[in-house]
């Protein structure tokens, strides 16, 4: 009854804990994740949680009762009882070495964990994306098909609003994509002569659809030929500028500028030429854990969508511009939805919200069975040391002194713990190698 009492008082301290840390996420920076506000305790795993506490009642509640019960308490106050008696009184000093052992394990795996965990947000904040993030402001805008039906409409709104924004005092550029932020699209392509001419052997690359500015608003540099401009219009060729990857994949040292791409615009072999303008500088724009991948960028003016992500380089603090630039958007169509103007590094932030929810969540773990760990240290060394209070003693009437009592229960301990570190350590390098070629794969 009182195991039951104390599961009891430690799981509801468990849902209360479970409940504040839910509120805490939620009024954090952490509430920028997917769907948060949705967060609450799941009733199934609540059930989990009470049944693991009733076994745990069961068996560290129960089993000391059920030994106690099959000695004579008669015998045990006498000090006699027979080799039973010994056998029983000497189980509790061999059952605790699972007990130290395990814990010892189980708490430097969960450090090793939190510590990798820590250390990969740590590297992946500190990865260059390719592209700058300070004074720029970004947005998505989705013209809607109602009003914005054409081609030469949509073409028409963004180049008017990019327009607008450069006018603005402490604005140096502007420029836009349909993919940066909004979410990547992917084309098949070949190179002539140099890859498969079959639709069903193209390659994949992400593909961008940008206007002219963008690359210097993002300070994506330029390694060969030229940026887009504003007469790169559907009257003339159709051209397109590619990453670095996608350069030394086909022509190696040499310069793709003036050679052709094809693009599969069906599933009947045919495909869209694109004459090569230049070539940029690699971005991890998909993801900052992602090495860079091929990409292929064409101008807006010549492919003409709905929507597209806004990016607006500042001489000043960016945020300080942001009303201006919701203005700029009212007054060309005081209906479009633009409320979630936002610097790029807010958004980068935003990104990394994941990883940094995990490495905070594992490293709360770790922090926390490190605690439970020391307290059930204390508790099984303590209650060993009572059970040994006739031992100890017999030991110093025989001459032992406290330092010799103190150094024997020191030493059977620390041996436990010690070999439950080496089967840890054991378990953190299995960890760590996993870890490693997870990174690498």
């Known amino acids: 009854m009182e195991s ?47 049944a693991v506490s009733l076994v745990s009642v069961l068996i560290f509640g129960l089993l000391p009762v059920a030994l106690a019960s099959s000695l004579e308490p008669t015998a045990v106050l006498k000090g006699e009882g027979g080799s039973r008696s010994l056998r029983l009184a000497v189980r509790p000093r061999t059952g605790k070495a699972p007990l130290l052992a395990g814990e010892a394990s189980v708490v430097l795996i969960l450090l090793a964990g939190a510590a990798l965990t820590l250390r990969s947000l740590q590297l992946l904040v500190g990865i260059d ?49 349909s993919a940066f932020t909004i979410g990547q699209e992917t084309t098949r392509f070949s190179v ?72 599969a615009t069906n599933g009947n072999g045919a495909g869209k030429p694109l004459k090569i ?14 090495a860079p991948q091929p990409e292929i960028y064409v101008p807006f003016a010549q492919n003409p969508v709905g929507g597209a992500a806004i990016f607006v380089h500042t001489t000043v603090a960016p945020s300080s511009l942001a009303a201006v630039v919701l203005t700029k958007i009212r007054a060309l169509d005081p209906e ?52 040994r209070t006739h031992e100890i003693g017999i030991r110093m009437a025989l001459g032992a002194s406290k330092a010799d009592i103190l150094s024997m229960l020191l030493w059977e301990n620390l041996r436990l713990i010690l070999a439950g570190i080496a089967t840890g350590s054991l378990g953190a390098f299995v960890l760590t190698a996993r870890s490693r070629a997870f990174s690498m794969a």
């Not at 799981?11 to 939620?26: D, P, S």
């Not at 303008?277 to 992602?290: E, K, P, Q």
């Not at 990394?352 to 439970?372: D, V, W």
Request: proline share 5%; glycine share 8%; with cysteine.
């Open 129 to 177: 994306p390719g592209y700058r993030s300070d004074h720029v402001l970004t947005f998505d805008l989705m013209l809607p098909d109602s009003r914005y039906s054409t081609s030469a409409e949509q073409a028409l709104f963004f180049h008017r609003l990019l327009s607008r924004l450069r006018e603005v005092p402490g604005v140096d550029a502007a420029g836009a994509s």
């Open 277 to 290: 303008v230049g070539v940029v500088s690699n971005t991890r724009d998909v993801s900052l854990a992602l």
């Open 336 to 387: 479009l939805p633009a409320d979630s103007i936002m610097t790029l590094r807010q958004f980068l932030s935003q990104s990394l919200a994941p990883p940094r929810t995990i490495a905070l969540l594992l490293g709360s773990f770790a922090a926390l069975a490190l605690l439970l760990a020391t307290g059930g240290v204390y508790g099984v060394v303590s209650h060993s040391a009572v059970q």
């Open 4 to 50: 039951l009492v104390i599961a009891a008082c430690g799981g509801t301290v468990g849902l209360g804990v479970a409940g504040l840390g839910i509120r805490v996420v939620k009024l954090t920076s952490l509430a920028n994740l997917p769907r948060i506000g949705n967060a609450q305790i799941n009733l199934a795993m609540l059930a989990c949680a009470m």
């Open 192 to 263: 002539p002569g140099r890859s498969a001419a079959s639709v069903l052997d193209f390659l994949a690359a992400n593909l961008q659809i940008v206007t002219p500015e963008f690359f210097r608003t993002l300070g994506i540099r330029i390694l060969a030929g030229r940026e887009f401009i504003d007469t790169d219009t559907p009257s003339v060729e159709a051209i397109a500028i590619v990453n670095e990857v996608l350069a030394r994949q086909f022509w190696k040292n040499d310069s793709p500028v003036g050679h052709y791409i094809i693009t």
